[in-house]
Nanobody
């Protein structure tokens, strides 16, 4: 089971970026999917999460500017980021709570993607 994130890059303040993350492997089901970020010298923090039934949770710092979405059939979770600020600069990680099959066993793993860098210039 693995998560592959994409979509980071350099953008000017007030610009937009869209991050995408896809889960692959012998996946049986996925509970919560989400995005976290880690800025230089800071701890990793929540950006947004979405449960399998569509319930969302956002950090106060991104509320109203960033929208999370997911496609359960495609096993993807996206992050649409608008009105970006320099303080949004960070490495963004996708995360998923996954049930998967391992030689007939039903196992559970909290998986992380490799991280994608978002840089917002002022």
């Amino acid at each position: 089971v693995q998560l592959q994130a994409s979509g980071g890059g350099l953008v000017q303040a007030r610009g937009s970026l869209r991050l995408s993350c896809v889960a692959s492997g012998s996946i049986l089901s996925i509970n919560t999917m989400g995005w976290y970020r880690q800025a230089p010298g800071k701890q990793r923090e929540l950006v947004a999460t979405m449960t399998s039934d569509g319930t969302t949770d956002y950090s106060d710092s991104v509320q109203g500017r960033i929208t999370i979405s997911r496609d359960n059939a495609r096993k993807t979770v996206d992050l649409q980021m608008d009105s970006l600020k320099p303080e949004d600069t960070a490495v963004y990680y996708c995360n998923a709570d996954i049930y998967y099959d391992d030689t007939g066993l039903r196992l559970r793993r909290l998986s992380w993607g490799q991280g994608t860098l978002v840089t917002v210039s002022s």
